[in-house]
């Protein structure tokens, strides 16, 4: 197996298989969103809501997916007027992929249990009390869920490096800035919406 392309599969797959890729994650995300729960609201962000449909999840996945692409498509062509949309749509929804592997691991019984119970006993004017057994069980979905996270921002990292052409720490560094901005901006937006 060859590391280079699990980390940029963007070099090896053609642009249809990794649409096609892409949808079917699309629509991944709305079936398991609503089964679960658990809708995909925003790029690296799993909501966890009660009675969404499948027609809602899609439409939050894809509205997240929409907004990135657009984003990216805009700071991309900044970088280089070559960029091509499809490299972009491509680079998003291949990201976004290992995502549904922590929707999976949120909903294991045990791991939401523990979420909703501590979720539900937060009180934001004090420091939040934490067992033993709490830290234990939040540092087990944190090494089965990191992994995912990190191969996911590796992906986006790649396929636009790969689409963009970019090569400098500049240019890097303000990619990094405008998707943690976009991320944060999109975010508070998303939840001031209600959605």
């Given at each position: 197996m060859n590391w280079k392309?699990?980390?940029?599969?963007?070099?090896?797959?053609?642009?249809?298989?990794?649409?096609?890729?892409?949808?079917?994650?699309?629509?991944?995300?709305?079936?398991?969103?609503s089964?679960?729960?658990s809708p995909l609201i925003s790029i690296f962000k799993i909501a966890n809501v009660e009675e969404v449909s499948?027609?809602?999840?899609?439409?939050?996945?894809?509205?997240s997916y929409g907004s990135a692409i657009v984003m990216l498509v805009i700071l991309g062509r900044f970088f280089n007027s070559k960029t091509r949309v499809v490299d972009i749509v491509n680079?998003?929804?291949?990201?976004q992929l290992p995502l549904l592997f922590v929707m999976f691991i949120y909903n294991i019984p045990f791991f939401k249990n523990f979420n909703e119970r501590i979720s539900n006993s937060i009180d934001f004017s004090t420091r939040p009390h934490?067992?033993?057994?709490?830290?234990?069980?939040?540092?087990?979905?944190l090494?089965?869920?990191l992994p995912f996270l990190i191969y996911s921002i590796a992906l986006i990292y790649n396929g636009f490096k790969t689409a963009t052409n970019i090569k400098t720490w500049q240019n890097i560094s303000v990619f990094a800035g405008v998707l943690i901005l976009?991320?944060?901006i999109y975010q508070l937006t998303i939840l001031n919406l209600n959605l």
């Open positions: 392309y699990v980390f940029n599969p963007f070099l090896k797959f053609s642009e249809k298989q990794m649409f096609l890729l892409s949808l079917v994650g699309l629509l991944g995300f709305g079936f398991f969103g089964v679960f729960e499948i027609l809602s999840s899609i439409f939050y996945a894809a509205l680079t998003v929804g291949i990201s934490l067992e033993i057994g709490d830290i234990f069980t939040l540092s087990i979905f090494v089965l869920v976009f991320l944060i």
